[in-house]
């Protein structure tokens, strides 16, 4: 699979739209929060990682990210993907446990607990396809 993002930048700052959408969401955020669910996605194509977790104190965020393993919380949850997968699935476009099933997504830890988050997600993808439609129009599936 070739990745449909036209740089490592590109994915991303997609990527980071489309998490900053799930933290601001008046639904969505809180509820991935309270679920507290800490995340470790690798995406082999682009050999770039970005780990996820819930608001900790006094951060405004309902999700704090970081493309880096330098971070000093542990993941319940790792997920090994392409860049065209990820962007599959915010579109709403993969399904996650096929995706598992099919090795198209690698998977270890707790993935009851990520497969938990599938539904609280779907509201992202209509939002995810606008955004693409409007500004990345190569990345529609």
Not at 57 to 71: C, F, K, P, Q, V
Not at 93 to 112: C, F, M, W
Request: proline share 6%; aromatic share 10%; no cysteine.
């Amino acid at each position: 699979m070739a990745t449909p993002f036209r740089s490592v930048a590109e994915f991303r700052e997609v990527m980071d739209r489309a998490f900053t959408m799930m933290s601001d969401d008046p639904e969505m955020g809180p509820r991935l929060r309270d679920a507290d669910v800490p995340q470790r996605w690798e995406f082999e194509d682009l050999d770039l990682v970005v780990n996820i977790r819930a608001r900790r104190g006094s951060e405004r965020a309902n999700l704090h990210w970081r493309w880096s393993d330098e971070i000093d919380w542990r993941a319940k949850v790792k997920m090994k993907m392409s860049s065209e997968v990820a962007n599959r699935y915010f579109q709403g476009k993969e399904n996650v446990p096929l995706a598992i099933a099919r090795r198209r997504i690698k998977t270890s830890g707790d993935i009851r607990a990520a497969l938990a988050l599938i539904p609280v997600t779907k509201p992202l993808f209509p939002r995810y396809r606008d955004l693409v439609a409007r500004e990345y129009p190569h990345l529609a599936v």
